[in-house]
């Protein structure tokens, strides 16, 4: 045992207590803030007895076995900064960082503080945050890596060592014939050729096209590195995040609005007067998060200076303090938002000095830095080679040139069709002809009259009755909305648009603050200021080195790719076809990161196999609804030929991998830059380790972790860009990249650089060099550089105020136009029928929802609806002690006259059923007037089977798991029972019969489906 672990003297899972949990006040009254399943009976069994980790109890932070660190957390993706605190090693407690503003409300200490005066200056942060002692110290930690000892999902692994590992994952070979296996499994060698994947299909790219890396949590930072790999090394075009299951639905909405120019953007807390808030729980689970956005939402409303209107299908913990809640049906938020668009427009109630602004200039006079398309032509002329996009001058004029032919076209205030750079206001709702070349008329409608025409095929009842509200809470919410003007704006978020038909939704939603007049503006709907300052290069180039490869063909999972570009669609209309349908979705339009859709790519072999598979801190088959249904897919070797894990722990997932690599926690790494999220602010937060790496080491003294398994593997394979000079610094110099701060800590040198940081004091630069474990790595940068790169560490970023960001109402930075009208979505093509998607609002779209979310199914009443609760995030925080002895299940949550109905009471035991699992799961009940009538709502983060609540054979496990002895018995890992409680909403979600039972998906932007799986509650004994 190492001298590390020695000091951590973690307990089994057979040691309960309520101790810590009484303790840690802080913790607890977060978590009641905002609970409403609270149940304190029977305590979770105890996972770290002897770790006596208490925030706060009575540590002088000037003492001299104190360090204190400024990171970013990694509790959730919300990116608030931390103050970590360290004694003798071990991470103890973890407060605010006073200069991030995600830790003050906004009001952060001016930049120019002296690091130890700011050290009595308080900062918040949530119960995730003071979790990272539990999280880090968890026993079921793997330390060591594992290879698969039996077959895939047997939970028989075998320690193995560095060398071994690197040599098998590079080479290849008959790896498990000790298992009686006599397939070759492939190596990373094997995929360094630029060879087709398929000579029948050129255009998907390379053989290295057969290297899939999936990620889970990734931020700036590791995800530069991973692409440094993935992409410059290895030439692969499969790096794909996890986006759609991490929000990609009210990203959509967005995405089509900006013209893919940005997909987060939120409402204003700070100055808006009203804000609309569609399935974002802002005082749970938002980003910036509940510290920030959620706190500063309940001061002003507190103050009286805001009001808010929750539109959720549950009562989320804002209806503390919302001016109202519609409990709308699940899935028609769209419908709910059309319906208000509808009132907007008939009443007049719509913001025409903005809509009618052209241009930028135009908007800017108007108060705002973004206009709208609203007033541009789009051509509608069947007869047009061009119907669906804009008009542009060219159309009209043949001898017009450069910029100007390119430029829209408007109607000016006396008709007549100019550039729409040319005119201050334009004519907004119009459907006519304009003069093209040889006086030939061309059909045109202004964008808003497409969008309006769209809203105006239903009538105000339809909506309300897809929504599920009275007609007149549609009405009534549309005049508070447009009554503050352009300082009421939308929170959109996860629920706003993850199901099927969400991209249409949350463009809806998104169009409500067109009409208001808002975008960009100071109490409006804003995007972030985006990064203070340039990672890539300055000091040193970490993009470019010799032998980069450039990634070229088609993702498996056929985000950002034609199909009408295929040759399957060549050879089938070569047949004698039209070319459709396409044997599976391709998604041209979208954000991206469709991990659900890549899965089943690698299921189906479409459009090509998977050779090898590495999945990085992701558990899809618990985190994607419907995602048992890839159990097969990971477990089948013609599928998955090698699968390789990067995690701290084994998971429900990567239980079928070949091999799992130990991470390093955001504590001990995970090195990043993270700008903010929307709204407003302009910052880099820096994440740095606190703490030294619990993991193993190489022979050289490296931790293994993620850098170090990617470095070596790059070096065993001979791919480029890893290394010997294979960093360009100034003046010709070269730099090795060995280890993972050779990387990182030149990132950090540019940063620094490009934002003229000034050098640090004597005292600063002693502070953390005395502090921050980087430190040790200071060599790596010349004398001055270092010095700057202190005065960023010690305040944990650059950050920049609130009021900085704005030019009176007009925020500086952001986009500069949106869409009423989406020329590109307009083009884009459905791969199953050939039909060009709507360019703007439409309710129903052919083929999908055709009668929408209101039909009953009498086998399967109720709508399913999940959420995240405040003390929890992603699949691992099942590891936060406190959080799970406060809660230590989740809960079936129904409306009292549902329960009554079936006989339910509060407290009983249901199963869940539905017609994707027809088996079902098992949770409590739990009944109140919280949730809709015909819904339950179950949170995340519960009914796990790994993560130390099964029993694995390891031998030797006691050197590779973080709790020892505590945690094994001989062979055999000791499960704690509390950490199987509860259910995972996701194991009855849908899947598509039509599509080989793979998730539910929206066929334009590869949405999973979140919210519209239908399920039968049955009373049981069980």
Same mark, same amino acid.
């Given at each position: ?12 899972? /057979? ?5 810590? *949990?009484?303790?840690? #006040? ?31 109890? &009575? ?20 990116? #608030? ?178 013209? +893919? ?28 998060? =509940? ?19 929750? $539109? ?81 001058? /060219?159309?009209?004029?043949? &001898? ?25 206001? *334009?004519?907004?709702? $119009? ?45 009534? !919410? ?100 039209? &070319? ?9 339009? !979208?954000?991206?990161?469709?991990? $659900? ?92 380790? #606190? ?31 890893? +290394? ?6 100034? +003046? ?5 990249? =060995? ?9 950090? *040198? ?50 920049? +105020? ?41 309710? /129903? ?32 925080? =099942? ?71 099964? /029993? ?71």
């Amino acid at each position: 045992m190492t001298d590390e672990r020695k000091k951590i003297a973690i307990a089994g899972p /057979r040691d309960p207590s309520r101790r810590h *949990a009484l303790r840690c #006040c802080a913790m607890a009254a977060a978590a009641m803030f905002a609970g409403t399943e609270t149940v304190l009976g029977q305590p979770a069994s105890g996972q770290m007895e002897d770790l006596d980790i208490l925030p706060g109890r &009575g540590v002088n932070r000037l003492d001299k076995d104190i360090k204190i660190v400024h990171s970013v957390c990694l509790g959730c993706n919300a990116r #608030c900064g931390n103050r970590v605190v360290v004694k003798e090693g071990r991470l103890i407690d973890v407060s605010g960082n006073p200069y991030h503003p995600y830790n003050t409300m906004g009001k952060p200490a001016d930049y120019a503080v002296p690091v130890l005066e700011s050290i009595s200056y308080p900062g918040s942060v949530c119960g995730k945050a003071k979790e990272v002692s539990n999280y880090v110290y968890n026993p079921y930690r793997i330390l060591r890596p594992l290879k698969r000892a039996g077959k895939r999902g047997s939970g028989r692994f075998e320690s193995i060592e560095w060398d071994q590992l690197i040599e098998e994952i590079t080479f290849g070979g008959q790896n498990f014939r000790h298992l009686g296996e006599k397939r070759r499994f492939p190596g990373i060698k094997d995929l360094d050729s630029d060879t087709p994947i398929d000579p029948s299909a050129p255009e998907l790219g390379p053989a290295r096209n057969g290297f899939v890396f999936m990620t889970g949590r990734l931020q700036p930072g590791r995800k530069a590195f991973i692409d440094r790999f993935v992409k410059g090394a290895v030439g692969s075009i499969n790096r794909i995040g996890h986006t759609d299951i991490c929000g990609l639905g009210f990203r959509m909405g967005n995405y089509a609005f900006t013209e +893919g120019r940005q997909v987060e953007l939120k409402a204003d807390p700070w100055a808006a007067d009203y804000i609309l808030v569609f399935g974002a729980n802002i005082y749970a689970a938002l980003q910036p998060g =509940v510290n920030t956005y959620g706190a500063i939402v309940a001061k002003r409303h507190s103050q009286g200076r805001m009001r808010f209107t929750i $539109v959720d299908p549950r009562a989320q913990e804002a209806l503390v303090h919302a001016d109202g809640w519609i409990p709308i049906r699940p899935g028609q938020d769209g419908a709910f938002a059309m319906g208000m668009i509808r009132w907007i427009i008939e009443h007049g109630a719509y913001n025409l000095e903005y809509l009618a602004a052209p241009n930028q200039k135009a908007a800017w006079a108007v108060g705002n830095n973004a206009y709208s398309n609203a007033t541009h032509l789009v051509i509608t002329d069947p007869a047009h080679p061009g119907k669906g996009r804009f008009l542009r001058m /060219r159309d009209i004029d043949p &001898g017009a040139k450069g910029e100007q032919a390119e430029a829209f076209v408007v109607l000016s205030r006396d008709g007549r069709s100019v550039s729409f750079l040319q005119v201050d206001t *334009a004519r907004l709702d $119009v459907a006519t002809e304009v003069a093209g070349p040889r006086g030939r008329g061309i059909k045109v409608k202004t964008a808003f009259r497409i969008m309006k025409e769209g809203v105006m095929e239903h009538g105000l009842d339809e909506y309300a009755r897809l929504a599920g509200v009275d007609r007149s809470v549609i009405e009534d !919410t549309a005049r508070q909305f447009t009554s503050y003007g352009p300082r009421a704006a939308v929170c959109q978020y996860h629920g706003a648009g993850n199901y099927v038909g969400g991209t249409y939704a949350a463009y809806a939603i998104a169009c409500l603050n067109a009409l208001v007049g808002n975008v960009e503006r100071k109490g409006g709907y804003m995007s972030s200021g985006g990064a203070a300052s340039r990672w890539k290069k300055g000091v040193y180039d970490l993009v470019d080195f010799p032998g980069r490869r450039r990634t070229r063909g088609v993702r498996i999972s056929r985000e950002k790719a034609r199909y009408e570009a295929s040759s399957e669609y060549r050879r089938k209309k070569a047949e004698g076809g039209t &070319g459709y349908p396409a044997s599976r979705p391709w998604f041209p339009f !979208t954000k991206g990161g469709l991990s $659900v859709e890549t899965l089943a790519g690698i299921d189906r072999g479409y459009p090509y196999s998977c050779k090898i598979l590495f999945t990085y801190f992701f558990n899809p088959l618990y985190s994607i609804p419907g995602g048992y249904r890839f159990r097969e897919t990971l477990e089948d070797a013609d599928k998955v030929p090698l699968h390789v894990s990067i995690d701290i722990g084994v998971n429900e997932s990567n239980i079928y991998a070949d091999y799992i690599i130990p991470d390093v926690t955001y504590a001990e790494g995970q090195y990043g830059w993270l700008p903010p999220h929307a709204p407003a602010f302009r910052f880099t937060g820096i994440r740095t380790p #606190c703490i030294e790496p619990l993991t193993g080491r190489t022979r050289d003294g490296r931790p293994f972790c993620l850098e170090t398994f990617l470095i070596d593997i790059a070096r065993a394979s001979g791919l480029p860009g890893f +290394g010997k000079d294979v960093i360009q610094g100034h +003046g010709g110099h070269t730099h090795d990249l =060995v280890r993972a701060e050779d990387f990182y800590l030149r990132g950090f *040198a540019n940063l620094a650089f490009n934002a003229n940081i000034p050098k640090a004091s004597k005292q600063e630069q002693a502070f953390v060099e005395a502090n921050y474990p980087v430190a040790r790595f200071r060599k790596i940068l010349p004398d001055g550089i270092w010095k700057r790169t202190c005065y960023m560490l010690a305040r944990g970023g650059i950050f920049k +105020g609130y009021e900085e960001v704005f030019d009176g109402t007009r925020f500086r930075y952001g986009i500069r136009k949106v869409a009423l009208y989406n020329e590109r979505l307009a083009t884009t093509k459905d791969p199953f029928n050939g039909s060009p998607f709507p360019g703007s609002l439409r309710l /129903r779209l052919p083929g999908i929802l055709e009668e929408g979310a209101g039909n009953q199914d009498e086998d399967y009443p109720f709508y399913l609806v999940t959420h995240k609760m405040n003390v929890h995030t992603q699949s691992r925080t =099942v590891w936060h002690r406190w959080a799970m002895e406060i809660f230590p299940e989740n809960f079936v949550v129904m409306n009292e006259e549902d329960a009554a109905e079936l006989g339910i009471g509060d407290g009983d035991m249901v199963r869940l059923l539905s017609r994707g699992n027809p088996e079902g799961i098992i949770g409590r009940a739990k009944t109140g007037n919280l949730v809709r009538k015909g819904c339950v709502a179950v949170s995340f983060h519960y009914g796990h089977t790994q993560l130390g609540a099964s /029993r694995l054979e390891v031998p030797g496990g006691d050197k590779v798991f973080l709790g020892g002895k505590r945690v094994f018995d001989g062979r055999y890992l000791i499960p704690d029972p509390a950490l199987a409680a509860g259910l995972n909403p996701n194991q009855v979600s849908d899947l598509d019969e039509v599509l080989m039972r793979t998730p539910m998906i929206d066929p334009v932007g590869g949405i999973p489906d979140f919210s519209t799986t239908r399920v039968k509650v049955l009373k049981t004994d069980q």
